[in-house]
């Protein structure tokens, strides 16, 4: 396996609005097999998520009181996004689990962790509910683009 490589794809899968359903496809591009392919981009997409739930509200606590944009900014995320506590309360880690599976842009395990930290989603529940998601909308990503490659030969 070319380490340096298999080293890109996991930084790649790490990467907000990257993730492993983008990594994915260059590990299949750099070579790899599917599998291997698979198993980099969902190592590197979830690598940020426990550092993210577990910091991410001291992180904007932290900016809040040390910038009024900051402070500005948390408070319309948190109030614009409450108005859906009623939908989170009911659905709770299955809508963090659906949110994360759609595979479009702005889905993936960041905003998953940033929604868990909005609606105060437990780390215990978020984290199986993104780490889901996010193996969902790879399969949802990976799957064609195997089926592609083999159809180009």
């Known amino acids: 396996m070319d380490i340096d490589a298999a080293l890109i794809v996991i930084l790649l899968g790490a990467t907000p609005f ?30 940020p998520v426990i550092p993210l739930l577990l910091f991410l509200e001291s992180v904007s606590r932290w900016l809040s009181a040390r910038s009024s944009s900051m402070a500005d900014f948390f408070g319309w995320l948190f109030g614009r996004t409450r108005k859906y506590d009623v939908m989170v309360n009911r659905w709770g880690a299955l809508a963090l689990f659906i949110f994360v599976a759609v595979p479009l842009p702005l889905t993936g395990t960041w905003s998953g962790c940033a929604i868990a930290l909005v609606f105060g989603i437990r780390f215990s529940r978020a984290f199986p509910a ?24």
């Not at 291997?36 to 190592?43: E, R």
């Not at 889901?132 to 159809?151: K, S």
């Open 18 to 47: 990257f993730e492993a359903r983008y990594a994915i496809p260059v590990a299949l591009a750099y070579g790899f097999p599917p599998l291997t392919a698979f198993v980099l981009g969902i190592i590197g997409n979830i690598l």
């Open 130 to 153: 993104i780490v889901a998601g996010a193996v969902t909308a790879a399969l949802i990503t990976t799957i064609p683009t195997i089926g592609v490659l083999n159809f180009l030969g």
